[in-house]
Structure formats: structure tokens, C-alpha cells
């Protein structure tokens, strides 16, 4: 067998990069506390400023100023590894992430497909080149070894095991693969390269250091295999459907569609999962696909409700050119919690249940035209609520109106009749909002009851904010 | 006049929530006529001694009080009525504040049993009236329903509820205010302060903000428009009960220390006869005799006895347990102190004055600071704890206040500015800065100073500065009292186990007249106090601070050499500048030395005519005859704080009050201002008797500066007389010095590889880390001729443990070590001991250099019960290749921080020849103005304060030190170089002045790669 294990330097900053216009702007990764901010990656620009990992972002400061930053996400990383197994998947069945930041692949069973070595390699290479991940490759014939080659040098390779011994023997300790302790007490006994140690009785070295030492050096030389964990693609729902001719109507859509939103409704349902966001590509001949994002309040899966829901949107689009293939995208499949149903649920026909009558709603008039309400723990009334539900802790208040204005009227005052206040708010000055106001409730003529406020200090008209049902 | 006193005011001293300080609120308080203003922070009486100091200034009364919650209970309002009121409350504050965690309190219901006379209580009833019998029972007669309206929605309904409770239980209602600010304008900081109480953003923290700014002080107006006239009147009542005052506290000093059959005075005596016995056994001197009269009398006029008993007896305790001490301060250098063993200095010897330092005239208590080895500190604190119980003996407090940086993190983090830039305006602010950052260095960090949110943190962080922020303890200041502390002030916890607090600090303290003592702690007495014990042992010669002997010729040509690393005080980079020019020959030339490198003296511009006069190259004149006898001993130029404030009496017609109150202000200008008084007053009566505008200035640049760093000459002579301990021993005992000073550290300026390499350069041998020879400290051993040679001990080696190095000491009594395989078993030492002392090269002499030793201990196996006795099967001797120099020079550095083999620089010597760098030897020769470069180690960088923007670096090569002046706009260019750089190399030009030779920097180059690895450990700047 033979093993490639491709190293990704810096898949950190890459993440981060390849989303950002200028890759030449300065740009360090952080981690640490708040209070301890340190520098954990930086790219090229930014090491060419004297900045270092392992610095503190104070001391960088010091140094240089208008540095980008952003966050050293472990979280990015890992989908990173993911991504790029999933890709390396496409050239071999055994792909692992065994070592951290590192792909190992089998290839010599990919050699017949895309070898030779040399032909595959620059494939390799130019794939991730492309996909903007710095990397480093080597090839040994075991995963240990490939490791340890590709820190020591790119592209290099050991075709078979002699040639292997030749390329370890002068490394020195530090390359190894060993723990710190080990290394430096190697160190420590000046023994500086694996020749030395290989040249040790064995029963010395197992007397003196722990059974891992041996057992990672049989494994360099390939004496004893390194047990991987093999990647498996990740559960996404992606499928396309290719046409078989142009299409330009809507109504010629509807019936992939309804194909692909029922075949999502049975792998959810199999999964026992929901839908909550999906994307609907529409793939033309030239140009960027077109892409429908579909969002629900909560997650679904019932295929009849899906395909309303995709047609109404599908029908609002303007199709920029005929359509080739439609593909469906979910990538967030939450647990689905069902309705429960009342086993003699009687309901009228024309009436809808809520969910489906709001999914609807928000179809038709587009997604902001709806959304759910909540409070925000605020003295200033035109802040004390909000689009999200929420359930905050609330300051306690006195009696506020259920329909206030968004633009406060001026009131004439003479029929008016003072029921209650002045209640005085002064808040909000963080913001540059900040308002002084005394409220009063006031009753009209009519015989409506109103919220209405002055400002403290002066003596304009009352201006109404709201009415009480 | 309103009517109206207000009951329930928090100052700044309930933390996080009030914000205003107790003069903002008696200054309005003053304003709007209020007839009395209670201070009633929460659940202390932290604030209090600043609130009365503000009702005596502003002529409103004030009421001490404390707002309270107790637990599963009532909230209520607690004010004095009388003294006895007063000891009450402090008692209660006491028991809720030592059964919680510091900065918190539990106020139980049967906290309550103790007797309460004299304490009145205003009840905020929530609307549940159950608690009510209970209060009723605790306070007959002395109980109020408070009323609070804050323009809310139900006000009228809320006031009429109350109405309803007051009526049908027949309690009197009476207004009040909860009042957090003294005017509406503190809205934002008091929104600001509880987001930062709440640890959120002001945004997210609406469910804890007050709904709008009513609870400040209002106006007259304003509180007749919301409470009935009834109400407004009844605090006027309970203002009227309430006459309590601050100077009715009376403080004893501890009695036991009088034996029967004596009081204080006559047994003062007796202890200070017994003391001039033994200080001068050949019978006391006149001088000295009449001074003690003087000084006796003195004390017994102003009844400090007890004080002076009460620090003998601490020093006793030290002196019993052989811990060097050393007093200072204002009475510290006083005959009868060195009588008593206080102090070692001599006052007889020296050319100070008692007189100086205790005065009838100002009023002041005396103040007795005593430094003690910094390792056995605690053993005097626990005596004292011990001596006097945890009721009498307390810590005093430290209020921490808010300082730039701290308050801009605070309200930048509450206006919700994300992590990065909390950070980035925290570093703009520097690290002490007294102020917001300036617009420049905001700019420079990126951030518009013009920018709404920005400028809203700028003006709160304005407002924050100065508040404080929490109490902690001060390090040693002890209130020690005959009664129990808590009749006299709330005593609460400290951070620390075993320790108790009291709620003052030493300001408070002084205002109210309590004394205080300092403990403190001091590396040079531990330092000073082996190296006393090392000569002993090896010389049989016993030295005290006392018998050293005095005026040593040779030392002080050492001194003047700046031959100083090492020394006490006179250690630093600028000392060290200023030694050959002042070059000091006497003991009064040591305490000006001591005293004249500080902030006062160099903002005031009085170091360069003071070295000018006493070079001969400028007369001595006197700004005015008068002021001749003040300014005498420092040649007519003023260098001590004592010599402004009796510039003050002579030359501006201070009173010694007066003058004392100049000094506070000197002390707490940067915190509080208040100069600004001084500042008139002094010019214009100087003016007027004939003063020029130059000198009045000078001096007040100099009281400025005192600000920071006051340096009295009190303080002065007690550390020039440390000084000269350790010069002396320095200049005649190197080795044992060296020994003890690595033995001490961490402390001083230097590390132990400089304090050593300084010793080699001086002859002194140094012999390596052995586990045949080594104890856990270095130690001392004859070389042939017999004279001392220092071995290093265990303890240079990193991460050694104490007791390993213990049980090695041991285990060689009982017969050499045969190899390593019996070093580990007889002291029993663990895999990482072994190895580390493999690494040390500390096994050398069992198994060779340090590879095959370490090798060694790896074979050695742990001894199992079972086979304790059978010896391993022997294995092969395996051979490893010895380290280079190189290595083991690294490896020394990683492992000892030192190395006794060459210096890094001189296995680098002739890589720099060939660059043409020059060795500081070879520098000695280079003459004043002449190009130069050179190389070495940067051992230290330093940015004084009071130069502007300079930077000093000081290199080491194998030879001694070079120091180099790196002026502005070069360190702006070269920063990376400058702050990077482990090795630096250094194009320029050399100059010398007055023997002070430097190197002026004009271009750096980072060397750091010649000695990769290098653990080298630079002291960064301040």
C-alpha cells in the first residue's frame, strides 16, 4: 500500500481567507480570553509586519496598527477537514483525518484511475490550489511515515521501504512525531536523530521510556500498522434532477419539483428529521444558478406542505434564462417534533391549520411581511418590544397601551381629560436615542383612552403614542 | 432653606450603584438648602469618615447611616441617633460582613437580638406588612414607614397605600429619596454602573435600570409637588435626633503591654533606659541623653506612649525570632526609637532632628513604618493577630479606585464594544494614567475620538475615573485597639483566609484620629539578614545593621564607581547615573541619593543645580536668610518633602495645620485634585514677601511631583542606611553578599545570572550545582587560600522541588552518594527530580556530563516493596557523546538560568570582532563623541516617566554592562528591533560626562538569531 498524507498549514486561515476580497490584506487569527487576546494564526502579509503566532494581539498592537482580525474558529476548522475528506473521498475509499490538519489517503488503489503518481499529485494539487487551501503532500508506504515526511519536506516520496529507511534515518528527533517529553528527553540525552535511536538496544530504550516510544518507531518503519478511523460522507440531502430539454415555464418546474420535495419528505422522514431551510438551484447554461432559499418558522416535513410552500416561492422568481437542472439543497435537518392530532380532529375544510396558513401567508406576501413579536427589557416604549419571541426579564412598568403609533401624533388638548400620571422615562442616552418624557393617560371626548406624553421641561402639546383597547 | 432633610442618599461607596461621591452630594445638599443628609450605603460605613469630611466643609449636617436587606426579610434604613446607635450599627455591619464572602454581607433576623438603643430605622415596605410586629419589637418608638416616589405610574396610588399602612398601624410616615446621584446629569454613569454591577451590556440590562433620573437630590419644588407636607416634615424630626458625630469616637491604644505597678510613661522609660544600656555601654553621650529628655517629653505631652510600646513590642517579637526589621517614617528615626530597637540608625551619628519629625505644634500623629524580612512578614502579622485577637487587631483597607484603564474597560464594555477594542482603548489609556486617553493616541489606535459612542465613553470613563471600585487590604497597616474594633468601625473580610479588614483606610484613619502601625515586608532584610548569617557561619564575625562599621572609605569608592548591582536602592539605571556625579562620601550624601532620583525632585528641576552646587561650579545661595536653616543641608536646593512644608510655614506663613494639610494634598492631589488652593496661596504670600514668580513655580512642579512618589527624608534615611548595609557588604564580603542576595531572590533590580556574573567579574569563584556538595541554598566554601567561593544550590535549578532538595541534604549525612541508582533511592526522589537534576548538570560528579547522566537516571527503575534489596540486572554501559560548549551553554540557561562557564557573548566574540563590535572593556578606552559599535545582551528597558519618550537599554557582555540611550524618533523607527531583540547590536556614538559613560543609539540591529535558544529574561520596560 501506499499512502499520501496532504498537510494543510494554514486551514485556519484559509477558511477564513477565501471568503475575504483581498487575501494580501494583513490578517491574524485570535483565541485566549477576553482579557488575554493572542494571536493563534497569521498570514503572510501579517508575519511580514513582525507578527508572530503565540503573540499577544497587545503586543501586536505595539508593533503595527490596522491589522485585520478575526476569530480562530475550531468549529470552521473541523467543517474545513470535513469538506476537504469529502472531497479527497472522490479519489479514494480510504481517506482519514486521523492526524490533525492532515489527509490521509490510500492510493495505490486510485493509481490505476488516475496514476501515475506523478499525474495524480498534480491533480491533487491543483485541485486544492484551486479551492485555496495551502498544502503540502508526501508519500510513504505508511500513514505514519507520510506524516512525517510531509513536515519534513513537500512533495517528497518513498516508494518502497528501503528507500523509506534512507529518508528517516538522518531525521532529526524534533520531526518524529513524538510527544514534547519524549522529545526533549531525547534531547536531553543528546540524541538527536532517529539514526541514534535506532542504534539503541531495545530493551534499554523500553526500560527508560514509555511503550508508545517503541511502538510509534515500529510504526514509522512500517514493523506494525497504524489503526485509522475511516472518513464516511456526511448526511446531506443534495439531489438533481437534470431536464431533458430546456425549460422557460413555471408550470414545466412543477413537476421535477414536486418529485424532489417529496423525495426530501421521505429521507426526513426515514431519518426521522425536519426541514427547516433548503435551497432550490435553477441551473442554466451560462451564468450563476439561479438559487431559491426556503425558510420555515419551525421544521416540517410534510411533502404537501413542502411543494406549496417551494411553488409559491419558485412562482414569485423571474427565470433570467431557460433552466437545465433543478437541484435540491438541505443541510439543516433539525429534529422534527410533530403536531399532535386529536385522534377525532374534526375540522372544516376551508379551515387551515395554523402552521400552514402562516407558512402561506409568508410565501405570498415574501418573508419579512410576518414575523412573531416579543418584549425587550426597555423603559423607552418604541424599544420595549421586538420582531423575535423572546421572554426576558422585564423592569416592572405601569399600564401600556396594546397598539402604539410608530409616529406619535399631536393631540388638541381641550378634550381632553387627565386620568392618571405623569409617569417619567428617561432612558436610552447609550444609543443616541435618549429620551425625557412624562406620560400621561388621557381620555377623550369619545370616550377612548390614550397614552400620551410631553417632554420633560417643555410645554408643546401633548403627543399621543398609543391607545388602550 | 427647604425643609427637608434626606434620609436615604447611597454614596460612591456603594459600589456600582451610587454615583456620586459623598463632596458631590453635600456640595447640592448645600445648595438646595437641605437641613441634613444621612449617608446610608449599603451595608457599610466604608464612605463615611469622606462623607463627614464634606459635611464639615459644606456646613450640612451629616447622619450616618447604612441601608441594609436582611435576608428573607425587610429592607430597612439604619441612622444613628447617638454614639451608642453608631456602635450598634457598626456591629451589626460587622456580623453580616464576616459570615459572607468579602464584598458581600448576610444580615440575619438574629443579628437583631443585640441590643439596639440608639439605632432608628425607616422601614421600605414592599407591601407586606408580616414583618412589621418584629420591627415594631426592636425598635419601640424609633421606627418609620419610608416613602418613596419616583414618578412612577402609580405614584398616587402607591403613596396612598402607604398612607393606608402608615395610618392603620399607627407608624409615622417619612419622606424620602433613595437617592444614587446628587443631580440628574449622573443618569448615564448610574445606568453605566449597573450594567457593570450586572456584568451586561446597558442595552440588554433595561430589567435592572431605574426607569428614569428622579433619584438624585430635587429640589424644594419638586418634593412638595409629590409629598404631603406631613412627610417632608417628619424627616426634619428624625435630622433633629440624629447627632451623632464622627468626633466622638474614642480610641485607646492597647494597655496590657504596661506591666503592673507602671503606666505607660514610666514604663517607657524603663524600656528605653534599658535600650541606651545597651546601645552605648561605655555611658550615653550628652547629646544623645538630652535628646532622649527632649523626646520623652515630648511623647508624654502628646500621649503616644502606648504607640511607641505598641511597635517596641512588635520589633521585640521579631528580634526574638531573629527577623531583621528596620523602622522608618516620621517618628521612626528618633532617639527613643533607637533606643528601643526600632531603627538602627544612629541620631546622634546622623545630621536628622526628632524635632523635624514629631512636632507638638502640627498635630500629627506619629507615624512609624516597619519593614521586615519579606519571607517572615507573616510570622510577625499572625503575632500581632495572636497578641491582640482578631476582635482588637484588624488590617486597614485599601480603596481601590478606578484608574484609567480599569474605568474605559468597564464603560466600554457596558456600551457593548466588542472584546478587541475594550482591549485596544484600555491599552490607549497606559497603565496608571489618572485620565481618559488623549485624542492622539485614540487616533493612532484606530478609532475616531469624534465618534457618538466613543465620545459617550470618553465623557463616562471621565466621570468613573477616581470612584472606588472595591476595598481590599493594605499589605500590613494594623489598627490595634483596647476595645473591640467593631465599637469603632465595621470590620469585614479579606480575600485572604486568617485576615480581617476594617472599613477605612489609613486617610480615614488619620482623619479619626486612630494609629496605625505598618508591617511591612522588605527583600533586603532577608537578603541582608543571610548574609549576616553566612558570615557567621564562615567567619565566626557577627555583624548587625548596628556594628557595621560606619563611614567605610572603600565602600564608598565603590559607590561612587556605580560598582552597585545589587546594592539596595541604588541599584537602577538612574541611580546608577547619578552616583559618579554625586559621588557620595558621607551617610547624609546616601540619603540624598536615595531621595534625589524620584519624580519630585527631577519635575521640579533641583538635580542639576544641587549637583551643580556641590560640584563647586555654582554658589550656594539662599532664596531668602530665613530660609537658610531649611534649605541648609541640601545646599540651598530643596530635595524633601519636609523641606516644602516648612518652606510653606516660613516663606508662605503656613500654620503647621496648614502645612499638614499641604501635605495630604501633596499625597492625594492625583486622585482627588486639590492643589489648586495651595497653589494660589503659596504664590501670591510668596510673592508678596519678595519671592520670584521662577522659584514659586519650581517649587510647586515639585509639589506635583511629590504627588506621586512624596519622598521624606524620614523614609530616606532608613533606606540610605539599608543602603549602606548592603554596599558594605558588598565591597567586603562579595561572595557571601552574592550568596545571599540569589539566596533572597526573587527580588531587587537584577536577576541571578547578572547578580552572579557580577560577582565573577568581581574574583569572587562560583562553583556549580553538585548534589555531593549543594544544599538547597548557596551556600559558601574555602577555596585553597581559604577565602569564601559560593556554591550554587538546588535551588537555581528550574522546577526543583524544596523538599527533594531537603531529603538529598539529608540522605548526605548519613555517607556519599555511590551512584545514581543510591541517590534516588535514599532520597527517594521521583523521575522528574532525577531529571532534572541530570539536565543541571548536578550529577556530574556521580555519572559525567549531563547527557550520560540523564541517560542514567532514566535506567533508574522505581523501587517496588517487593524487591527492595535486589539490585537490577546490570545493563550494558552505554557511552554518549559529551555536549558542546554550546549546548551546555543553552542548556545551562534553560536549566540554572545562569552558566558558569564562558559567557554567551564571549563564545560570540570573535563572530563581533569581525563586525567590528567593540567589548565593554574595549569601550573603556573609546573617547567622548567617537563612533562606536557594539553587542551584547539586553538585559534591561526602561522608559522613566520623567524622561520624555527616551528609552534605556542596558546591554551585558562578558565583560560588564553598557548602557545605551535610545532617543525618540529612532525607538519610534526601530520599534520592532527594539522591543524584540534578546541581543542587540548598537551603531552610535559614545559619550561621557562626569565619568557617566553611554552609548547614544543611532541605528539598532536584532542579533537574537546568533544565540537561538538563549533563555535570556529582559526586564521590559517600567
Known amino acids: 500500500m501506499l499512502w499520501a498524507c496532504i498537510l494543510l498549514p494554514q486551514l485556519a486561515m484559509d477558511g477564513v481567507q477565501r471568503h475575504r476580497a483581498n487575501p494580501c490584506e494583513p490578517l491574524v487569527l485570535l483565541t485566549g480570553s477576553p482579557q488575554r487576546r493572542v494571536l493563534q494564526a497569521v498570514n503572510p502579509a501579517a508575519r511580514a509586519l513582525g507578527l508572530k503566532p503565540g503573540q499577544s494581539l497587545t503586543a501586536a498592537q505595539t508593533l503595527t496598527r490596522g491589522v485585520a482580525t478575526a476569530e480562530y474558529d475550531l468549529a470552521a476548522i473541523e467543517r474545513w477537514q470535513?469538506?476537504?475528506?469529502?472531497?479527497?473521498?472522490?479519489?479514494?475509499?480510504?481517506?482519514?483525518?486521523?492526524?490533525?490538519?492532515?489527509?490521509?489517503?490510500?492510493?495505490?488503489?486510485?493509481?490505476?484511475?488516475?496514476?501515475?503518481?506523478?499525474?495524480?499529485?498534480?491533480?491533487?494539487r491543483a485541485e486544492l490550489s484551486a479551492l485555496a487551501f495551502q498544502h503540502r503532500i508526501a508519500v510513504a508506504p505508511n500513514p505514519a511515515a507520510a506524516r512525517v515526511l510531509v513536515n519534513v519536506g513537500d512533495g517528497l516520496m518513498a516508494s518502497d521501504e528501503r528507500m523509506l529507511k534512507q529518508m528517516l534515518d538522518p531525521l532529526p528527533v524534533e520531526r518524529l512525531g513524538l510527544s514534547a517529553t519524549v522529545t526533549m528527553a531525547f534531547n536531553r540525552m543528546g540524541l538527536r536523530q532517529l539514526r541514534q535511536l535506532l542504534a539503541l538496544p531495545r530493551d534499554s530504550l523500553a526500560k527508560r521510556f514509555p511503550a508508545e516510544v517503541l511502538r510509534h518507531l515500529d510504526t514509522l518503519s512500517g514493523q506494525r500498522p497504524l489503526a485509522l478511523d475511516f472518513f464516511m460522507p456526511a448526511d446531506v440531502f443534495d439531489t438533481r434532477i437534470e431536464l431533458s430539454f430546456e425549460v422557460e415555464s413555471h408550470q414545466a418546474l412543477l413537476f421535477p419539483l414536486r418529485r424532489l420535495t417529496a423525495d426530501l419528505a421521505a429521507y426526513l422522514a426515514c431519518r426521522d428529521s425536519g426541514v427547516q431551510r433548503f435551497t432550490l438551484h435553477l441551473e442554466h447554461r451560462a451564468g450563476a444558478d439561479t438559487q431559491i432559499q426556503v425558510g420555515l418558522l419551525s421544521a416540517e416535513r410534510d411533502p404537501g406542505m413542502l411543494f406549496e410552500l417551494t411553488r409559491g416561492r419558485l412562482e414569485h422568481q423571474q427565470l433570467p434564462a431557460p433552466v437545465l437542472a433543478v437541484r435540491l439543497e438541505a443541510r439543516e435537518l433539525p429534529v422534527f417534533a410533530p403536531q399532535h392530532q386529536q385522534l377525532f380532529d374534526e375540522r372544516p375544510q376551508q379551515n387551515q391549520p395554523w402552521e400552514q396558513l402562516r407558512e402561506r401567508l409568508r410565501a405570498r406576501l415574501g418573508d419579512d411581511a410576518l414575523h412573531g413579536l416579543g418584549a425587550r427589557a426597555d423603559h423607552r416604549p418604541e424599544h420595549a418590544w421586538q420582531h423575535e419571541p423572546t421572554n426576558p426579564l422585564l423592569p416592572p412598568s405601569g399600564p401600556r397601551p396594546g397598539w402604539l403609533l410608530s409616529e406619535p401624533l399631536p393631540m388638541r388638548e381641550a378634550s381632553l381629560r387627565i386620568l392618571s400620571g405623569p409617569e417619567r422615562i428617561e432612558s436610552g442616552w447609550w444609543d443616541g436615542e435618549d429620551v425625557r418624557r412624562d406620560y400621561y393617560v388621557v381620555q377623550t371626548r369619545a370616550g377612548q383612552r390614550g397614552w400620551a406624553y410631553r417632554t420633560v421641561g417643555s410645554d408643546g402639546p401633548l403627543l399621543l403614542h398609543g391607545w388602550f383597547a | 432653606?427647604?425643609?427637608?432633610?434626606?434620609?436615604?442618599?447611597?454614596?460612591?461607596?456603594?459600589?456600582?450603584?451610587?454615583?456620586?461621591?459623598?463632596?458631590?452630594?453635600?456640595?447640592?445638599?448645600?445648595?438646595?438648602?437641605?437641613?441634613?443628609?444621612?449617608?446610608?450605603?449599603?451595608?457599610?460605613?466604608?464612605?463615611?469618615?469622606?462623607?463627614?469630611?464634606?459635611?464639615?466643609?459644606?456646613?450640612?449636617?451629616?447622619?450616618?447611616?447604612?441601608?441594609?436587606?436582611?435576608?428573607?426579610?425587610?429592607?430597612?434604613v439604619l441612622l444613628a441617633e447617638n454614639l451608642t446607635g453608631y456602635q450598634a450599627l457598626c456591629g451589626l455591619i460587622t456580623r453580616a460582613r464576616r459570615r459572607a464572602a468579602k464584598g458581600t454581607y448576610r444580615l440575619l433576623h438574629e443579628d437583631f437580638v443585640a441590643p439596639l438603643d440608639g439605632l432608628l430605622a425607616i422601614w421600605l415596605s414592599d407591601g407586606d406588612a408580616s414583618a412589621l410586629p418584629w420591627l415594631r419589637s426592636l425598635f419601640p418608638e424609633r421606627l418609620w414607614l419610608g416613602v418613596e416616589l419616583h414618578r412612577s405610574a402609580d405614584d398616587t396610588a402607591r403613596l396612598q397605600r402607604l398612607l393606608e399602612l402608615a395610618g392603620d398601624h399607627d407608624l409615622p410616615a417619612v419622606a424620602c429619596g433613595d437617592v444614587h446621584m446628587h443631580a440628574r446629569g449622573r443618569r448615564a454613569l448610574q445606568d453605566c454602573m449597573t450594567a457593570i454591577r450586572h456584568h451586561l451590556p446597558v442595552a440588554e440590562a433595561g430589567a435592572y435600570l431605574f426607569a428614569n433620573g428622579e433619584r438624585h437630590l430635587r429640589r424644594a419644588e419638586e418634593l412638595a409637588e409629590l409629598y404631603p407636607p406631613e412627610l417632608l416634615a417628619q424627616s426634619l424630626r428624625i435630622a433633629e435626633r440624629c447627632n451623632f458625630d464622627l468626633d466622638q469616637l474614642e480610641y485607646h491604644y492597647p494597655h496590657e503591654l504596661v506591666p503592673a505597678g507602671h503606666d505607660a510613661t514610666s514604663w517607657l522609660r524603663v524600656l528605653v533606659e534599658r535600650g541606651t544600656a545597651e546601645r552605648w555601654p561605655e555611658g550615653v553621650p550628652a547629646r544623645a541623653r538630652a535628646q532622649i529628655e527632649h523626646e520623652l517629653a515630648l511623647i508624654a505631652e502628646l500621649e503616644y506612649e502606648s504607640y511607641f510600646l505598641t511597635v517596641h513590642d512588635i520589633v521585640r517579637f521579631a528580634r526574638e525570632q531573629h527577623i531583621l526589621?528596620?523602622?522608618?517614617?516620621?517618628?521612626?528615626?528618633?532617639?527613643?526609637?533607637?533606643?528601643?530597637?526600632?531603627?538602627?540608625?544612629?541620631?546622634?551619628?546622623?545630621?536628622?532632628?526628632?524635632?523635624?519629625?514629631?512636632?507638638?505644634?502640627?498635630?500629627e500623629p506619629p507615624d512609624i513604618d516597619v519593614d521586615f524580612e519579606h519571607e517572615r512578614r507573616e510570622e510577625v502579622i499572625q503575632y500581632v493577630f495572636r497578641r491582640y485577637g482578631r476582635t482588637r487587631a484588624a488590617l486597614t483597607a485599601v480603596v481601590n479606585t478606578y484608574h484609567g484603564a480599569g474605568a474605559i474597560r468597564d464603560v466600554a464594555k457596558a456600551l457593548g464594544l466588542p472584546p478587541d477594542q475594550v482591549n485596544a482603548l484600555a491599552d490607549c489609556c497606559g497603565r496608571w494614567s489618572s485620565g481618559p486617553p488623549a485624542p492622539e493616541r485614540l487616533l493612532e489606535a484606530g478609532f475616531d475620538p469624534q465618534n457618538p459612542l466613543l465620545r459617550r465613553v470618553l465623557i463616562l470613563t471621565g466621570e468613573l475615573i477616581g470612584f472606588p471600585r472595591h476595598l481590599s487590604q493594605h499589605p500590613g497597616g494594623f489598627v490595634i485597639s483596647e476595645h473591640a474594633l467593631d465599637t469603632l468601625v465595621p470590620v469585614e473580610n479579606a480575600t485572604m483566609a486568617e485576615r480581617t479588614v476594617i472599613q477605612w483606610d489609613k486617610d480615614d484613619l488619620d482623619r479619626v484620629g486612630l494609629l496605625k502601625v505598618d508591617v511591612l515586608a522588605l527583600g533586603m532584610l532577608s537578603a541582608l539578614r543571610r548574609c549576616f548569617g553566612?558570615?557567621?557561619?564562615?567567619?565566626?564575625?557577627?555583624?548587625?545593621?548596628?556594628?557595621?562599621p560606619k563611614e567605610d572609605p572603600a565602600t564608598y569608592a565603590m559607590i561612587s564607581r556605580a560598582d552597585t548591582i545589587g546594592a539596595f536602592q541604588i541599584e537602577s539605571r538612574a541611580q546608577m547615573a547619578m552616583l559618579p556625579r554625586l559621588r557620595p562620601n558621607t551617610f547624609y550624601d546616601l540619603v540624598i541619593q536615595v531621595a534625589i532620583v524620584r519624580p519630585g525632585p527631577i519635575q521640579g528641576d533641583m538635580v542639576h543645580p544641587y549637583l551643580r552646587r556641590r560640584n563647586g561650579e555654582e554658589p550656594i545661595d539662599y532664596p531668602s536668610d530665613e530660609l537658610k536653616p531649611v534649605f541648609e543641608r541640601t545646599l540651598g536646593v530643596p530635595l524633601f518633602q519636609e523641606q516644602v512644608m516648612e518652606l510653606a510655614i516660613v516663606a508662605a506663613e503656613y500654620t503647621p495645620g496648614?502645612?499638614?494639610?499641604?501635605?495630604?494634598s501633596m499625597a492625594a492631589w492625583k486622585r482627588h485634585g486639590g492643589l489648586e488652593p495651595h497653589r494660589q496661596r503659596l504664590t501670591s504670600r510668596m510673592l508678596e514677601k519678595g519671592y520670584t514668580q521662577a522659584f514659586t513655580e519650581r517649587i510647586f512642579r515639585q509639589i506635583e511631583g511629590f504627588g506621586s512618589y512624596g519622598f521624606p527624608e524620614s523614609h530616606a534615611a532608613s533606606f540610605a542606611l539599608l543602603a549602606y548595609a548592603s554596599c558594605w557588604l558588598k565591597c567586603h564580603e562579595p561572595a557571601a553578599y552574592a550568596c545571599a542576595l540569589v539566596n533572597s531572590w526573587p527580588m531587587g533590580f537584577y536577576s541571578p545570572d547578572q547578580v552572579l556574573q557580577d560577582a565573577r567579574r568581581h574574583d569572587v569563584e562560583v562553583r556549580p550545582v553538585d548534589v555531593r556538595y549543594s544544599d538547597w541554598d548557596c551556600s559558601l566554601e574555602p577555596d585553597e587560600h581559604g577565602e569564601p567561593t559560593i556554591r550554587l544550590g538546588l535551588r537555581m535549578i528550574r522546577g526543583m522541588r524544596e523538599d527533594d532538595a531537603g531529603r538529598i541534604e539529608q540522605a548526605r549525612q548519613c555517607g556519599a552518594f555511590r551512584d545514581v541508582e543510591d541517590l534516588s533511592i535514599r532520597a527517594c526522589l521521583d523521575a522528574s527530580a532525577r531529571e532534572r537534576l541530570a539536565d543541571a548538570g548536578a550529577l556530574s560528579g556521580l555519572v559525567g556530563h549531563r547527557y550520560q547522566a540523564r541517560w542514567a537516571v532514566a535506567g533508574v527503575e522505581e523501587q517496588l516493596p517487593l524487591f527492595a534489596g535486589v539490585s537490577a540486572p546490570s545493563e550494558e554501559i552505554l557511552s554518549l557523546p559529551a555536549p558542546s560548549q554550546g549546548e551546555d551553554l543553552l542548556t545551562d540557561y534553560v536549566t540554572l538560568g545562569t552558566t558558569l562557564g564562558p559567557h554567551p557573548l564571549a563564545l560570540l566574540r570573535q563572530a563581533l570582532r569581525a563586525i567590528r563590535c567593540k567589548s565593554s572593556r574595549e569601550l573603556q578606552a573609546v573617547e567622548h563623541g567617537r563612533p562606536v559599535s557594539i553587542a551584547g545582551l539586553v538585559i534591561g528597558r526602561q522608559r522613566p516617566q520623567t524622561a520624555s519618550g527616551v528609552i534605556f537599554v542596558t546591554l551585558e557582555d562578558e565583560f560588564g554592562l553598557v548602557n545605551v540611550v535610545v532617543w525618540h524618533d529612532l525607538a519610534?523607527?526601530?520599534?520592532?528591533?527594539?522591543?524584540?531583540?534578546?541581543?542587540?547590536?548598537?551603531?552610535?556614538?559614545?559619550?561621557?560626562?562626569?565619568?557617566?559613560?553611554?552609548?547614544i543609539a543611532g541605528r539598532l540591529t536584532d542579533m537574537t538569531t546568533m544565540l537561538t535558544g538563549l533563555d535570556i529574561r529582559s526586564r521590559d520596560f517600567h
Not at chain 1, 89 to 112: D, I, M, N, T
Not at chain 2, 534 to 548: D, K, M, S, V
Open chain 2, 658 to 664: 496648614e502645612a499638614d494639610e499641604l501635605r495630604r
Open chain 2, 972 to 999: 519610534e523607527r526601530q520599534r520592532r528591533v527594539l522591543v524584540q531583540s534578546q541581543m542587540l547590536r548598537i551603531d552610535g556614538h559614545l559619550e561621557t560626562v562626569d565619568g557617566v559613560r553611554h552609548v
Open chain 2, 534 to 548: 553566612l558570615i557567621e557561619r564562615y567567619r565566626g564575625t557577627q555583624w548587625t545593621l548596628a556594628t557595621l
Open chain 1, 82 to 124: 470535513q469538506f476537504l475528506a469529502a472531497w479527497a473521498y472522490g479519489f479514494s475509499a480510504q481517506v482519514s483525518l486521523h492526524y490533525p490538519r492532515c489527509l490521509l489517503l490510500e492510493v495505490q488503489s486510485s493509481l490505476g484511475l488516475f496514476g501515475p503518481w506523478s499525474r495524480f499529485e498534480a491533480r491533487l
Open chain 2, 325 to 363: 526589621c528596620q523602622g522608618r517614617g516620621s517618628a521612626a528615626n528618633s532617639s527613643v526609637c533607637f533606643a528601643l530597637g526600632i531603627t538602627e540608625l544612629d541620631p546622634t551619628q546622623s545630621r536628622l532632628l526628632f524635632e523635624r519629625f514629631l512636632s507638638r505644634e502640627r498635630n
Open chain 2, 1 to 76: 432653606m427647604s425643609d427637608y432633610a434626606e434620609l436615604h442618599c447611597l454614596s460612591n461607596f456603594s459600589f456600582q450603584r451610587g454615583a456620586s461621591s459623598a463632596q458631590e452630594l453635600f456640595e447640592r445638599a448645600a445648595r438646595l438648602g437641605y437641613r441634613a443628609l444621612a449617608i446610608t450605603d449599603e451595608c457599610t460605613l466604608g464612605g463615611i469618615v469622606r462623607a463627614w469630611e464634606a459635611s464639615k466643609k459644606t456646613g450640612v449636617k451629616l447622619i450616618v447611616g447604612s441601608e441594609v436587606v436582611i435576608e428573607k426579610g425587610p429592607k430597612l
